[in-house]
């Protein structure tokens, strides 16, 4: 199966932005990544997602998520938002897809 990563990338201009993509297996965190949404990370947001404000990228699909900080084991709540993010992908896009590939 895919696996949908959730990753921040400082890009050439110095700007940190978070991805959540399929992370090439040889050059993760490259150009070879097939990314579905992206978020350019304010000051603030550079340590942890945002929960808003998310762009679709080429191989994404409206709507782009929103997110919900969950109560759960983290005290800073990050490795939920982190879940949130790949269960809506799962559920939105992976599953589209292959409903696409089976017709």
């Not at 932005?17 to 579905?36: C, K, N, R, V």
């Amino acid at each position: 199966g895919k696996k949908i990563t959730l990753f921040r990338c400082t890009v050439t201009s110095r700007q940190k932005w978070w991805f959540l993509s399929e992370a090439d297996e040889h050059q993760p965190g490259t150009d070879m990544d097939i990314d579905y949404y992206q978020h350019k990370s304010q000051k603030h947001e550079e340590e942890s997602p945002s929960l808003s404000g998310w762009l679709v990228c080429h191989w994404g699909e409206y709507p782009a998520p929103t997110l919900e900080p969950l109560a759960g084991p983290s005290s800073d709540g990050r490795s939920n938002i982190k879940n949130q993010l790949v269960e809506w992908v799962e559920e939105n896009v992976l599953k589209e897809a292959a409903r696409d590939i089976c017709l």
